[in-house]
Structures are given as structure tokens and as C-alpha cells.
């Protein structure tokens, strides 16, 4: 069973860049595709970037595209999610989550996870 531990949330002015990351540890990370969601105050959760561990590959959600990136440290066992050019919508819970990789769920739905850290605060004022 895989245990997600998010860190570095907090808050920053509008414009600013940050970089949260996810420490993993146990399960075989080979077999998981990390994601990050977020949910915003009255809003449903969703999804923001996903890593599929084995291959790296990455995808976005078209609200962070081109200000996102999710890497992978796999000696470290973490994975990072940096965001530059925030904006005050990106307010939210960061989640980190952990999915089978060979899940039938799409990887942008929360259902294709299924271990979930405790989530990170990030507040970007305007």
C-alpha cells in the first residue's frame, strides 16, 4: 500500500511560482501513475497533472497547461508539481494521489486512484 505525504503549500501574490511536493513510499511505484487534484472552496475536486511512474509520461489539465510541470525523483521517491504565473483561481487543497497504472478509469478521474495524501494549502492573492 502506497502512503502519499504532500509538502509545500502556503501562500503567495499572484504571479508568483511554487512547488509542492509528494514524498511516496511503499507498493512498487512501477505499477502507479501519481497525480495531483485540487479542490477549490465550493468547488468539486479535480484533476491537475498526472506521471506515469515507469515512463514519466505526463499529462495536464487545460487550466495549468504550459504553467504546470509534474516530475519524479525515483531515488528520492517523490514527486514535485511546480506552477509558475499563479493566479488567485488556483486557490485550493493540493492533493496528491496514487493509482494502478493499468486502472480502467481514465487517469483524470479520481476514481482511477486509489491512495490519496492529506492534501496542502496553497492561497495566491491577488
Known amino acids: 500500500q502506497v502512503h502519499l505525504v504532500e509538502s509545500g503549500g502556503g501562500l503567495v501574490q499572484a504571479g508568483a511560482s511554487l512547488r509542492l511536493s509528494c514524498a511516496a513510499s511503499?507498493?512498487?511505484?512501477?505499477?502507479?501513475?501519481l497525480g495531483w487534484f485540487r479542490r477549490a472552496p465550493g468547488r468539486e475536486r479535480e484533476f491537475v497533472s498526472m506521471?506515469?511512474?515507469?515512463?514519466?509520461?505526463?499529462n495536464y489539465a487545460a487550466s495549468v497547461k504550459g504553467r504546470a510541470s509534474i516530475t519524479r525523483d525515483m531515488f528520492k521517491n517523490t514527486v514535485d508539481l511546480e506552477m509558475n504565473s499563479l493566479k488567485p483561481e488556483d486557490t485550493a487543497v493540493y492533493y496528491c494521489?496514487?493509482?494502478?497504472?493499468?486502472?480502467?478509469?481514465?487517469?483524470?478521474?479520481?476514481?482511477?486512484?486509489?491512495?490519496w495524501g492529506q492534501g496542502t494549502q496553497v492561497t495566491v492573492s491577488s
Open positions: 494521489a496514487a493509482g494502478l497504472r493499468y486502472s480502467s478509469s481514465g487517469y483524470w478521474l479520481s476514481d482511477a486512484y486509489e491512495t
Open positions: 506521471i506515469r511512474w515507469y515512463d514519466g509520461d505526463t
Open positions: 511503499g507498493g512498487n511505484l512501477d505499477n502507479y501513475r
